[in-house]
């Protein structure tokens, strides 16, 4: 069965860094758009960043653009995301999610996105 595993997530200071990653098996990675969600207390879940196919596009939210990076290696099946200069605002469970469309306007939208992993938490502290 699909499985997507992210690991890396924890409790950091304003202005450190994380770097998590995502494992997948049991989907043909390379068939997949990948891209990395954030839901906090209270609030909805939102899209973070996405990555082609290939790595040769990636797009970014507004708020986390120039601090995060995401990139993925299709020899291993897995997807990182860096987190740089974090912010408390940054704090929430952060998701890999699977989506099989090429069509980038589906790319920011959760529903679009077939497979999930279980989430890791990011928690920055003023």
């Known amino acids: 069965q699909v499985q997507l595993v992210e690991s890396g997530g924890g409790l950091v200071q304003a202005g450190g860094s994380l770097r998590l990653s995502c494992q997948t098996s049991g989907l043909t990675f390379t068939n997949y758009t990948m891209g990395w969600f954030r839901q906090a207390p209270g609030k909805e879940r939102e899209f973070v960043a996405v990555?082609?196919?290939?790595?040769?596009?990636?797009y970014y939210e507004g708020s986390v653009k120039g601090r995060f990076t995401i990139t993925r290696d299709n020899a291993k099946n897995t997807v990182a995301l860096l987190l740089n200069s974090l912010k408390p605002e940054d704090t929430a469970v952060y998701y890999c999610?699977?989506?099989?469309?090429?069509?980038?306007?589906?790319?920011?939208?959760?529903?679009?996105?077939?497979?999930w992993g279980q989430g890791t938490q990011v928690t920055v502290s003023s």
């Open positions: 999610a699977a989506n099989p469309s090429l069509d980038g306007s589906t790319w920011v939208s959760s529903w679009q996105y077939d497979y």
């Open positions: 990555v082609s196919r290939t790595g040769a596009i990636t």
